[in-house]
């Protein structure tokens, strides 16, 4: 796959992610940490953004590691917060052989 793949994603009706190989993920109950991320990052997980006005965006590779690089310094882990600045709640998700995919979904 192409190392700086930014593309959109398919969200099918269950919720569930396409990838455009097609690959189906489903998300997980656990949430995302800056560890969590970092050690799927590491592992080659895929990483997709959630916020308006820019909709769903798929990362891979290169791509996937500056989106983090964006995503982590605002990442809520706990309790929300009232938003000054965008700030991001992310998932973990799996396809059914155990890819990892982290979604972030952003909020102003």
């Known amino acids: ?7 959109e ?3 099918l009706p269950d919720g ?8 189906v ?7 995302v940490t800056r560890r969590i991320g970092t050690d799927l990052l590491a ?18 590779g290169d791509a996937a590691r500056a989106a983090w690089e964006d995503v982590a310094p605002r990442l809520v882990t706990g309790r929300r917060t ?6 991001w709640v992310g998932h973990v998700w799996e396809s059914d052989d ?11």
């Not at 592992?43 to 891979?60: C, Q, R």
């Open 82 to 87: 009232d938003a000054h600045d965008i700030q």
């Open 16 to 23: 569930s992610l396409r990838a455009p190989d097609d690959v």
């Open 25 to 31: 993920y489903r998300r997980t109950p656990r949430r």
């Open 43 to 60: 592992a080659g997980a895929i990483v997709v953004t959630d916020v308006y006005p820019e909709g769903l965006t798929f990362s891979i």
């Open 9 to 11: 994603p398919e969200e």
């Open 1 to 7: 796959m192409d190392s700086q793949w930014p593309v």
């Open 98 to 108: 155990g890819r990892p995919l982290m979604r972030f979904d952003g909020e102003h």
